[in-house]
């Protein structure tokens, strides 16, 4: 299960960075989705600790509290484009929280894999 899940989101995470070419501030989100899928790809190789991913986990879920909008006004997954700055940040903290939990479970995962 492990090797599943960690090939399955260290290519979606590679599919997040690669979108966030066009963004406004690339520099910033492709390094946060790079990071997640060499995590991914280390977890895959059975490379890292358990509490490696868990402390990436945290940092991603800190993060995504950190960039949450002030007004929530939905993710509008329909459109495109940026309607509001709210919307983006609430996307943008989704996308952080995706990766915190794919690191908790990496988490999870990999202390399994230690205890064998």
């Known amino acids: 299960m492990r090797k599943i ?5 260290g290519l979606l995470f590679i599919l997040f960075a690669a979108f966030q070419y066009n963004d406004p501030d690339p520099q910033v989100w492709i390094p946060i989705y790079g990071f997640a899928a060499i995590a991914c790809f280390m977890a895959y190789a059975g490379i890292g600790q358990w509490w490696f991913f868990a402390i990436m986990g945290g940092i991603y879920i800190g993060a995504a509290f950190y960039q949450w ?6 993710f509008l997954f329909s459109e495109v ?8 940040m609430a996307r943008e903290a989704g ?5 915190a939990v794919v690191m908790v479970v990496l988490a999870v995962l990999m202390r399994q894999l230690t205890r064998r």
């Open 5 to 9: 899940f960690s090939i399955v989101f």
């Open 69 to 74: 909008p002030p007004k929530f006004e939905g």
């Open 81 to 88: 484009g940026m309607r509001s700055m709210n919307i983006e």
């Open 95 to 99: 996308g952080l929280a995706i990766c």
